[in-house]
Protein backbone atom coordinates (compact mmCIF):
# COMPACT_ATOMS: atom_id res chain seq x y z
CA UNK A 1 0.00 0.00 0.00
CA UNK A 2 1.60 3.39 -1.32
CA UNK A 3 0.91 5.37 2.07
CA UNK A 4 1.23 2.75 4.04
CA UNK A 5 4.90 2.26 3.15
CA UNK A 6 5.48 6.57 3.29
CA UNK A 7 4.36 6.08 6.49
CA UNK A 8 7.55 3.40 7.05
CA UNK A 9 6.69 0.22 8.93
CA UNK A 10 4.59 -0.79 11.71
CA UNK A 11 7.60 -2.16 14.06
CA UNK A 12 9.21 1.44 13.65
CA UNK A 13 9.22 3.41 17.05
CA UNK A 14 7.27 6.09 16.85
CA UNK A 15 6.52 9.09 18.84
CA UNK A 16 4.15 9.82 20.93
CA UNK A 17 2.13 12.86 21.51
CA UNK A 18 0.00 12.09 24.79
CA UNK A 19 -2.82 14.48 25.66
CA UNK A 20 -0.86 15.63 28.90
CA UNK A 21 1.89 16.71 29.00
CA UNK A 22 1.49 17.90 25.26
CA UNK A 23 4.90 16.94 23.53
CA UNK A 24 5.76 13.94 26.29
CA UNK A 25 7.53 11.79 23.88
CA UNK A 26 7.62 7.96 24.84
CA UNK A 27 8.76 4.95 22.12
CA UNK A 28 6.19 2.45 21.51
CA UNK A 29 6.06 -0.64 19.05
CA UNK A 30 3.37 -0.81 16.86
CA UNK A 31 2.10 -4.29 16.52
CA UNK A 32 1.01 -5.06 12.35
CA UNK A 33 -2.64 -5.55 13.53
CA UNK A 34 -3.28 -1.77 14.69
CA UNK A 35 -2.54 -0.13 11.29
CA UNK A 36 -5.99 1.15 9.79
CA UNK A 37 -6.88 1.78 6.84
CA UNK A 38 -7.84 5.58 7.21
CA UNK A 39 -6.36 8.02 4.97
CA UNK A 40 -5.63 11.58 4.74
CA UNK A 41 -4.06 13.84 2.33
CA UNK A 42 -3.08 17.56 1.72
CA UNK A 43 -1.21 19.37 -0.86
CA UNK A 44 0.43 22.32 0.71
CA UNK A 45 0.41 25.17 -1.27
CA UNK A 46 2.41 29.05 -0.58
CA UNK A 47 0.04 31.64 0.82
CA UNK A 48 1.57 34.29 -1.29
CA UNK A 49 1.30 32.46 -4.39
CA UNK A 50 -1.32 29.59 -4.75
CA UNK A 51 0.13 27.54 -7.51
CA UNK A 52 3.68 27.41 -6.26
CA UNK A 53 2.68 23.82 -4.01
CA UNK A 54 5.59 23.44 -0.70
CA UNK A 55 4.57 20.11 0.96
CA UNK A 56 2.60 17.26 1.68
CA UNK A 57 0.76 16.62 4.54
CA UNK A 58 -0.13 12.90 5.21
CA UNK A 59 -2.53 11.26 7.70
CA UNK A 60 -2.70 7.72 8.72
CA UNK A 61 -5.74 7.13 11.53
CA UNK A 62 -4.79 3.53 13.22
CA UNK A 63 -6.39 1.67 16.67
CA UNK A 64 -3.85 0.98 19.39
CA UNK A 65 -3.91 -2.44 20.91
CA UNK A 66 -5.83 -0.64 23.46
CA UNK A 67 -8.44 0.44 21.40
CA UNK A 68 -7.01 4.64 21.19
CA UNK A 69 -7.27 6.37 18.32
CA UNK A 70 -3.86 7.88 17.14
CA UNK A 71 -2.82 9.56 13.90
CA UNK A 72 0.42 9.51 12.24
CA UNK A 73 1.40 12.54 10.79
CA UNK A 74 4.12 13.32 8.60
CA UNK A 75 4.67 16.63 6.88
CA UNK A 76 6.87 16.82 3.99
CA UNK A 77 8.65 20.59 2.63
CA UNK A 78 9.89 21.39 0.02
CA UNK A 79 10.15 24.20 -2.45
CA UNK A 80 11.59 27.45 -2.25
CA UNK A 81 9.22 29.46 -0.30
CA UNK A 82 9.26 28.31 4.09
CA UNK A 83 12.75 29.54 4.92
CA UNK A 84 15.52 27.48 6.95
CA UNK A 85 14.57 27.17 11.12
CA UNK A 86 11.27 26.01 12.71
CA UNK A 87 7.39 26.90 11.91
CA UNK A 88 4.06 26.50 13.49
CA UNK A 89 2.13 23.93 12.22
CA UNK A 90 -1.62 22.65 12.98
CA UNK A 91 -5.10 21.80 11.99
CA UNK A 92 -7.42 24.38 11.09
CA UNK A 93 -11.18 24.83 11.16
CA UNK A 94 -12.00 25.15 8.08
CA UNK A 95 -10.96 23.37 4.84
CA UNK A 96 -10.35 26.62 2.75
CA UNK A 97 -7.12 28.09 1.97
CA UNK A 98 -8.17 31.24 -0.74
CA UNK A 99 -6.91 33.39 1.54
CA UNK A 100 -4.90 31.14 4.26
CA UNK A 101 -7.35 33.39 6.04
CA UNK A 102 -10.16 31.64 5.46
CA UNK A 103 -8.41 28.66 7.11
CA UNK A 104 -9.98 30.73 10.34
CA UNK A 105 -8.55 29.51 13.88
CA UNK A 106 -7.19 26.32 15.25
CA UNK A 107 -9.11 23.20 15.21
CA UNK A 108 -10.74 22.74 18.63
CA UNK A 109 -14.41 20.95 18.86
CA UNK A 110 -16.51 21.66 21.66
CA UNK A 111 -17.72 21.29 24.41
CA UNK A 112 -15.17 24.09 25.45
CA UNK A 113 -14.13 25.13 22.24
CA UNK A 114 -11.44 28.09 21.43
CA UNK A 115 -10.07 28.71 18.25
CA UNK A 116 -8.15 31.72 19.00
CA UNK A 117 -4.61 30.79 17.60
CA UNK A 118 -2.77 32.62 20.21
CA UNK A 119 -5.12 31.91 23.16
CA UNK A 120 -5.94 28.24 24.78
CA UNK A 121 -2.98 27.57 23.14
CA UNK A 122 -1.11 25.12 23.37
CA UNK A 123 -4.67 23.25 24.44
CA UNK A 124 -6.41 23.31 20.77
CA UNK A 125 -6.75 19.43 19.33
CA UNK A 126 -4.97 20.69 16.21
CA UNK A 127 -2.06 21.65 17.79
CA UNK A 128 0.86 19.74 16.55
CA UNK A 129 5.14 20.32 17.42
CA UNK A 130 7.38 22.80 14.62
CA UNK A 131 8.57 21.68 11.61
CA UNK A 132 12.25 22.02 10.94
CA UNK A 133 13.01 23.70 7.45
CA UNK A 134 17.15 22.98 6.68
CA UNK A 135 19.10 25.29 4.56
CA UNK A 136 17.83 23.38 1.15
CA UNK A 137 14.18 24.50 1.74
CA UNK A 138 13.48 20.72 3.34
CA UNK A 139 11.49 19.66 6.20
CA UNK A 140 9.88 17.06 7.50
CA UNK A 141 8.02 16.45 10.59
CA UNK A 142 6.71 12.65 11.66
CA UNK A 143 4.87 12.75 14.72
CA UNK A 144 1.28 11.25 16.25
CA UNK A 145 -1.77 12.96 17.72
CA UNK A 146 -4.56 11.20 19.66
CA UNK A 147 -6.67 14.99 20.05
CA UNK A 148 -8.07 14.02 16.25
CA UNK A 149 -9.55 11.11 14.33
CA UNK A 150 -10.06 10.89 10.55
CA UNK A 151 -13.00 8.75 11.65
CA UNK A 152 -16.29 9.94 12.94
CA UNK A 153 -17.10 11.34 16.38
CA UNK A 154 -16.26 13.99 18.06
CA UNK A 155 -12.73 14.83 17.20
CA UNK A 156 -12.96 14.50 13.59
CA UNK A 157 -11.06 16.56 11.70
CA UNK A 158 -13.83 15.68 8.66
CA UNK A 159 -16.65 17.69 10.54
CA UNK A 160 -18.91 20.00 8.54
CA UNK A 161 -16.71 22.59 7.16
CA UNK A 162 -13.15 20.16 7.17
CA UNK A 163 -9.81 21.24 8.16
CA UNK A 164 -6.93 22.77 6.68
CA UNK A 165 -3.14 22.52 7.59
CA UNK A 166 -1.59 25.73 7.90
CA UNK A 167 2.55 25.94 7.94
CA UNK A 168 3.38 29.25 9.98
CA UNK A 169 6.34 32.00 8.95
CA UNK A 170 7.67 31.39 12.55
CA UNK A 171 7.93 29.21 15.12
CA UNK A 172 5.45 27.91 17.56
CA UNK A 173 6.82 29.60 21.11
CA UNK A 174 3.34 26.97 22.39
CA UNK A 175 2.91 30.66 24.19
CA UNK A 176 4.38 30.06 27.90
CA UNK A 177 3.71 33.68 28.97
CA UNK A 178 -0.18 32.89 27.77
CA UNK A 179 -2.03 34.88 25.30
CA UNK A 180 0.47 36.75 23.15
CA UNK A 181 0.35 37.98 19.63
CA UNK A 182 1.82 36.00 17.40
CA UNK A 183 3.23 33.50 20.07
CA UNK A 184 1.45 30.12 17.98
CA UNK A 185 3.77 31.45 14.72
CA UNK A 186 2.31 34.37 13.68
CA UNK A 187 1.54 35.09 9.63
CA UNK A 188 0.81 32.26 7.72
CA UNK A 189 3.43 31.01 5.15
CA UNK A 190 1.50 27.81 3.33
CA UNK A 191 -1.68 25.68 3.29
CA UNK A 192 -3.48 22.67 2.40
CA UNK A 193 -6.37 21.43 2.54
CA UNK A 194 -7.29 18.27 3.85
CA UNK A 195 -8.93 15.47 1.82
CA UNK A 196 -10.07 12.06 2.56
CA UNK A 197 -7.87 9.25 0.46
CA UNK A 198 -9.72 6.57 -0.47
CU1 LIG B 1 -1.89 27.80 12.96
Redesign the pocket.
Known sequence: MTYYSRLGSASIVLLIVTLQPLFAEETVDVPEKAIGDKLAEAKVHSCENSDERVGTLTLLERVSEEGIKLVDVELEIFGESLEPGKH???I?ETAACTPCSA?K??FDPGPNSNSS?DGNHPFHM?DLPNIEVDENNRGRLWTTTSRITLSDGPLSIFDEDGSAV?V?VGA?TYCPEGEKAGC??GA?AACGVIKRVE
Open positions: AVHHAGHPGIHDAGR
